[in-house]
């Protein structure tokens, strides 16, 4: 069964910074494409990261370029984001998410883990 | 970049209509268009892919049309248990933009 798990949300003050995980079973991680998509409260979805399988090709939406960084961890079935600069407006649930294929539309996601940014 | 734009943002419509939910790209994206629902407190699920493909496991009165700019989700008999937020994405190159939802509520 394909299993995607997300930790490392909570409360931290703006300018702070947090690492999110994403721990993935039941597939072979190293194979697939990787994205952080977030969600503020009760706003619509937002992509804001890609990764590559190799971990090669990364794109960042505008709105986190330059703060945020993902990264993966093929051995360890992990992927990550290190969130940095941490603003009021990127408080949110995120949600990591696998590539149906390259480039492909999401066909598994993790089921979410907030960050709260607020001092 | 290209921006979809979903409409309406909002319906409701009676147990049994047929509901057409339209997403327009601001550029052509061919057939790069997925559907995802995604219920209150839940996490999005794609019901349709490449613009009309129906993902396995998701009922038949669920279906997709389009390509290039335009594209359509339509559910033919509407149920309670469709009640939810609809987006559109299309995802063949970055950003891989969502559309702003559509909220379906039953009358």
């Known amino acids: 069964e394909v299993q995607l798990v997300e930790s490392g949300g909570g409360l931290v003050r703006p300018g702070g910074s947090l690492r999110l995980s994403c721990a993935v079973s039941?597939?072979?991680?190293?194979?697939?494409?990787m994205n952080w998509v977030r969600q503020a409260p009760g706003k619509g979805l937002e992509w804001i990261s890609y990764?590559?399988?190799?971990?090669?090709?990364?794109y960042y939406a505008d709105s986190v370029k330059g703060r945020f960084t993902i990264s993966r961890d093929n051995a360890r079935n992990s992927l990550y984001l290190q969130m940095n600069s941490l603003r009021a407006e990127d408080t949110a649930v995120y949600y990591c998410?696998?590539?149906?294929?390259?480039?492909?539309?999401?066909?598994?996601w993790g089921q979410g883990t907030l960050v709260t940014v607020s001092s | 970049d290209i921006q979809l734009t979903q409409s309406p943002s909002s319906l409701s419509a009676s147990v049994g209509d047929r509901v057409t939910i339209t997403c327009r790209a601001s550029q052509g994206i061919s057939k790069y268009l997925a559907w995802y629902q995604q219920k209150p407190g839940k996490v999005p699920k794609v019901l349709i892919y490449?613009?009309?493909t129906l993902q396995s496991g998701v009922p038949s009165r669920f279906s997709g049309s389009g390509s290039g700019t335009d594209f359509t989700l339509t559910i033919s008999s509407l149920q309670p248990e469709d009640v939810a937020t609809y987006y559109c994405q299309k995802y063949n190159s970055a950003p891989r933009t969502f559309g702003q939802g559509t909220r379906v509520e039953i009358k």
């Open positions: 490449a613009a009309s």
């Open positions: 998410a696998r590539d149906y294929d390259f480039w492909g539309h999401f066909d598994y």
């Open positions: 990764i590559s399988s190799e971990g090669r090709t990364i």
């Open positions: 039941g597939f072979t991680f190293g194979s697939y494409e």
